[in-house]
């Protein structure tokens, strides 16, 4: 994909900050607005995420144009929000193959820039960095600053505010952004508030402040006095008494799209001392109509026609895991009042969103926080009712103690789905949900379950949402297989696998049957890879076992096959290290049998971006390759 750099002529000269800053200020609303229809131009062609990039055109053209980047630390949180930073830094001719195999990484990553000083995909980590980064700056003495901008929901999990509690308390120089998307420009966000924010960064009102406080010092009622005035002076026309009250210098709400008074505005609080709190509103999708009036839908969009009103439709494929899991939320809330969903912040992503409008007294989001989603379904459960906590995988990491402390050892009735669980794709190292069974495969107390299609899935849910104790269903990210789906109250035994293939009933060799001397051969399938488990066991006359449960292992099953068979394959899209075939490895061992074991899962490196199908098959963890790694293992 190509874009023609003649239709930018001034973007075209930017290919670093550097170029940025050599431009006159009063060509930056003209940068600002070539900026944001390169962004149109190569999302639109390539796919991506898109409406909250549109968001941050002019703070980002502001903070480059301000701060002596790399040299001076950017750093930003949620990175959906950074593709405009990534334009301007190096990166504007690869942007087409951002989120593709080999091609730019989705979020800031410091492996692909110097530019990009913490590599993040989960939000909420910025002021941890930044006070981090200032801290060190300050014992390296070379002047270097630090902003860390945080939106796009981030400001609502603990995490930020614990950060924001120690930076205040230690009074370390950084600048922290609240870029606000989730609320118009109001009227007190105009010519007045800006001109109050300039006035109030500027080095009169500084100034003055910091003279007071060193004349009137030693006379505390006066002082006081002083502290009190100052604070009703600012009162009156921003909301800044909650960060002032941690420690922050608090300036704005200021507009976000206006590019001169956020250079006039940062220019000012860039040598301001101590924690500075800079507070700009934003639209979602600003300059894009349909995004700016549905941000949601346009947060990471296709490939489509920006002339065209809407997006492309999906072509049309059986329902995802995703509207599996909703669909089964409705039906169970049908028939059971006690039922209540939790999500922190993943309505739209884990299928949710007709349940909360069927079931709105059913159904609470938490926003960013998965820590207390955890803990406030422990809370719920104690309180007699039935919670289901939706959750992504790489998100219920953040949970973790909760899940142990919170549900576990209190043994509670919690319900887990665990959505976007194995390879995810495109989103990368942070948002592969490869490392679950390994951490919650130690916890006591816990049932864990691993569908191999949607049936399996309902099944496992409606199991799970009957049992007295913690339990988790964890399903991939994708689209169901065609089963049809089971009734309401239609369970399965806890512990127990299914035989897919016997190969002694099935020992007649087809062409496609490759000849494996006789070797027999039982391939343990947890999860939905065993579709292509399958094809691989009838390729090598293997018999083939969905294991389902890989907490409590099926002990009696795994016996069997251990008996009657040379070898035994686990297949997993989890990590091998303490995952589900770990698992079978570790009750064979304690049983002293002789075992001959190959477990085939997620070797121990993070997992790149790619598609789904690339990624499993760079790994092995496809047909193909599997019956590789299960010919190398036997010859």
Request: hydrophobic share 40%.
């Amino acid at each position: 994909m190509t874009i023609n750099l003649a239709d930018y002529p001034l973007l075209s000269q930017i290919n670093i900050p550097e170029d940025l800053r050599k431009m006159p200020q009063d060509q930056l609303k003209n940068i600002s607005k070539e900026l944001r229809s390169f962004l149109l131009n190569s999302v639109s062609k390539s796919s991506g995420h898109f409406a909250s990039g549109l968001g941050t055109i002019e703070l980002t053209v502001a903070l480059h144009y301000v701060y002596n980047t790399p040299f001076d630390h950017l750093i930003w949180d949620v990175g959906h929000q950074a593709y405009p930073h990534k334009i301007l830094t190096g990166r504007r001719d690869q942007l087409h193959t951002i989120r593709q195999k080999n091609g730019l990484h989705p979020f800031p990553w410091r492996e692909e820039s110097e530019y990009d000083v913490l590599s993040v995909g989960h939000s909420s980590t910025s002021i941890s960095a930044g006070l981090g980064l200032a801290v060190a700056a300050e014992k390296e003495g070379k002047n270097r600053k630090t902003v860390a901008v945080i939106g796009d929901g981030a400001m609502t999990a603990g995490m930020a505010f614990e950060a924001l509690n120690h930076a205040g308390d230690i009074k370390k120089d950084m600048l922290v952004i609240l870029n606000d998307n989730d609320m118009s420009i109001s009227k007190n966000v105009g010519a007045l508030n800006n001109h109050l924010a300039k006035l109030l960064s500027g080095s009169i009102f500084t100034g003055f402040r910091e003279g007071s406080k060193k004349i009137l010092g030693n006379i505390p009622p006066i002082k006081e006095l002083a502290s009190r005035a100052e604070e009703h002076l600012k009162g009156m026309v921003v909301p800044s008494i909650f960060f002032e009250e941690l420690g922050f210098n608090y300036i704005g709400p200021i507009d976000g799209h206006d590019v001169e008074g956020l250079v006039t505005t940062i220019k000012n609080m860039r040598n301001l001392k101590g924690p500075q709190f800079l507070h700009v509103v934003t639209t979602k999708g600003k300059g894009y109509y349909a995004a700016e009036q549905d941000p949601i839908k346009y947060h990471a969009v296709p490939k489509f026609n920006p002339k065209d009103t809407q997006l492309p439709k999906a072509k049309p494929s059986l329902p995802t895991y995703s509207k599996i899991f909703g669909d089964w939320l409705c039906r169970t809330a049908e028939v059971d009042k006690k039922l209540v969903a939790v999500t922190p912040a993943m309505a739209e992503g884990s299928g949710m969103v007709e349940f909360s409008k069927r079931f709105p007294e059913q159904y609470f989001d938490v926003a960013i926080a998965e820590q207390h989603c955890v803990t406030y379904g422990a809370g719920l459960a104690m309180g007699g009712l039935k919670p289901v906590v939706a959750i992504y995988s790489s998100f219920l990491q953040r949970g973790y103690d909760q899940f142990i402390h919170d549900v576990a050892i209190q043994n509670l009735p919690v319900m887990f789905a665990v959505d976007r669980a194995g390879i995810v794709g495109a989103d990368g190292a942070t948002h592969q949900g490869v490392f679950d069974l390994s951490f919650l495969r130690c916890i006591p107390n816990t049932v864990i379950m691993a569908p191999s299609n949607e049936r399996e899935c309902q099944l496992m849910l409606n199991t799970g949402f009957r049992l007295n104790g913690p339990s988790v269903v964890r399903y991939p990210r994708g689209n169901g297989t065609g089963e049809s789906l089971p009734a309401i109250d239609e369970t399965i035994e806890i512990g127990k696998g299914l035989i897919i293939i016997n190969a002694k009933e099935t020992a007649t060799k087809t062409k496609e049957t490759l000849d494996i001397s006789n070797k027999r051969v039982a391939i343990l399938s947890f999860g939905s890879i065993l579709a292509e488990a399958k094809i691989a066991a009838l390729a090598l006359n293997a018999t083939l076992v969905d294991m389902r449960f890989v907490k409590p292992l099926d002990q009696t099953l795994i016996d069997e096959l251990n008996s009657q068979h040379d070898y035994l394959v686990t297949v997993e899209d989890n990590a091998i290290a303490g995952g589900a075939g770990s698992g079978v490895n570790e009750y064979l061992l304690a049983q002293g049998k002789p075992v001959c074991i190959l477990n085939i899962g997620v070797t121990d490196e993070f997992v790149k971006h790619g598609t789904q199908e690339e990624v499993h098959h760079e790994l092995g963890l496809d047909s193909q390759g599997i019956i590789a790694k299960v010919l190398s293992f036997i010859s």
